[in-house]
């Protein structure tokens, strides 16, 4: 079975500075990995993904995320913090074989505040 | 915008009540999947659809049955409605309904259980 933890439910930097949101998995199989964004009462959008290719994955608005499969962490980072990124951010992981198909487990939301 | 469209927005009933959502996926994708998100339970994997046929099941309650019609677009039923269903109930649909693809995520219905 498969989980995610995210470290940290609440994130608070300044403006200008760097955002490093925290994502470890557990996966039974090797999984693909997936940074959403949940704007206030909306859906969840699409960051960037990780699925067995290239270990750095660039997203959109300037975010990017690692895999290390020794520390078994997708952690999120952008190099500078924009007021317009205050959002809650869900690591989500969905293993790469056995029966469970497009089954996304997420993590339990960090939110991101940024200060001017 | 994704591109999925839910209706209702929100939803409003009482205990015991039975309910429908309906779920409209992009142009295109043939798998369509069921989420919940509550304050308690964070986002909960419910069901999967691909083309008609049902792939996967998580967390789904033996009260709550959704389906896939020829069209594509699906429909979450929850019956004998207690307060704890109260949740946004989100639908996301793929292209190919695998494990390596996007899901896009529709804006969601509010079901309040009052």
């Known amino acids: 079975a498969q989980s995610v933890t995210q470290l940290g439910s609440h994130v608070s930097v300044s403006e200008g500075a760097l955002v490093l949101l925290r994502c470890n998995y557990s996966s039974s199989v090797p999984p693909y990995l997936f940074w959403y964004v949940q704007y206030p009462n909306q859906g969840l959008q699409l960051l960037l993904k990780?699925?067995?290719?290239?270990?750095l994955v660039k997203g959109i608005n300037g975010f990017e995320a690692e895999f290390k499969k020794s520390e078994t962490s997708f952690h999120l980072t952008k190099p500078s913090a924009h007021m317009s990124d205050a959002a809650e951010y869900f690591c989500?992981?969905?293993?790469?074989?056995?029966?469970?198909?497009?089954?996304?487990?997420f993590g339990q939301g960090t939110i991101l505040t940024v200060h001017p | 915008d994704s591109g999925v469209t839910q209706t209702p927005k929100h939803l409003i009933t009482a205990t015991g009540q039975r309910v429908t959502l309906r779920c409209s996926p992009r142009s295109g994708d043939l798998s369509v999947y069921w989420y919940q998100q509550s304050l308690d339970q964070g986002l909960q994997f419910l069901i999967q659809y691909y083309n008609g046929e049902e792939r996967a099941k998580g967390n789904i309650l033996e009260r709550f049955s959704a389906q896939q019609f020829p069209d594509l677009h699906s429909e979450l039923n929850l019956s004998s409605l207690e307060l704890g269903d109260s949740a946004l109930y989100f639908c996301?649909?793929?292209?190919?309904?695998?494990?390596?693809?996007?899901?896009?995520f529709g804006p969601g219905t509010r079901l309040t259980v009052t």
């Open positions: 989500a992981v969905s293993p790469a074989g056995g029966t469970s198909y497009g089954k996304l487990t």
């Open positions: 990780y699925t067995s290719a290239a270990t």
């Open positions: 996301a649909s793929s292209t190919r309904g695998s494990r390596d693809e996007w899901q896009y």
